[in-house]
């Protein structure tokens, strides 16, 4: 029955598509303690949902053949039972596939130079994830032994170093390839891993469709991370320049993002009747006394239209830094383009006029500013 199915396939994309070259994919190989068990073949041309091709046994010493039609080079994987994915390339007419289901991550792949370029990655990227997988351990240890910051400080220096390595490989990787089927997974990968985040995968998926306009996958991805796009731009600042702005502060002296050169900046947008920033001020304050002589500074947009409560909250609160007045409030354009929707809300800025982290606050930015000004 799997055969009819197959040469009925073959008809209709013959018929349907005939200006595409299509051709047949063979994958075989073995799959050591993998005896009699079910094995599928699966294509990716959505990244959310895999497309099951073609299925298939092992037989008594788990070898195995599966076969498809293809066209442009695309991510593959079998997949035996419910262990998790082999992935390939389909960059050749026939592959061989060998694995141990007892030690999934020594499988190999043979016939296909894409394929063991994937299998590489993985094993580099498994690598580098062991190593901060145990620096974490440390750092829990550490932190039970209750240990002097300044040894603690020096485990989580190490895993930042890790993190960069991580991130820069995947960079690397993604930007050497000339295959658009590795580029696809090498972004999928970074993705799922959060290797990279949202921002940067979609910056370098946008160019991987521009270079690849054709392939499915690349588009796939692309349509996914739109669709976060529209859920939560702001996510998408993040590494843009800072829009800027033009306000008289309280000395009626113009302020705009010029005014802080060469500074981080927090740009704090609130309004005097918000309790939840009401509820942040202490902090917040302690924030800038600890860090306004480190090259860090704070100007706060207020989104009162009324300028007493304005001057008034100003005061009570003790908000000593730079202090403006939008009084258009959110009809303004400024809060439109930090896609801003409800108080508080800040976004950080890096003394280039980059943004570097949106909506921190708390212990957290403290942390971000331990790390920047170093």
Known sequence: MKKYCFYILLIICLISCNQHDYKTITINGTIENGANKKIVLLSFGNSNSPIILDTSSTDKKGRFTLKSLTNDEELYAIKVDSTAEIWFVNDTKEITINANLKEYKGYTTKGSVASESLHQFLRKFDSLSTLKKNNQNNIDTLVKQKLKDSIINIAKDEKKLIDKQ???????????????????????????????????????????????????????????????VKSNPKLFLINESATDFNYKDTANKSIT????????????????????????????????????????????????????????AIKQDSLVWTQVQDTLGFKSDVVKKYYLSSLPYNVLVNPTGKIVAIDIRGEVLREKLKELLK
Not at 294 to 309: E, Q, R, V
């Open 166 to 228: 991580i991130k820069d490989y995947c960079n690397a990787s993604i930007g050497s390839t000339k295959s658009p089927a590795l580029k696809y997974f090498y972004l999928f990968y970074a993705n799922k891993t959060a290797a990279l985040n949202e921002n940067e995968i979609f910056k370098l998926t946008a160019a991987a469709c521009t270079q690849f306009p054709k392939n499915t996958q690349l588009q796939g991805l692309k349509n996914s991370l739109s669709a976060i």
């Open 257 to 312: 993002l010029k005014s802080f050169k060469n500074k981080y900046l927090l740009i704090d947008f609130w309004e005097s009747g918000n309790k939840d920033y009401k509820q942040q001020t202490n902090y917040l304050v302690e924030t800038y006394r600890l860090f306004k002589d480190k090259n860090f500074d704070i100007l706060g947009i207020s989104l009162d239209t009324l300028k007493m409560p304005w001057q008034k």
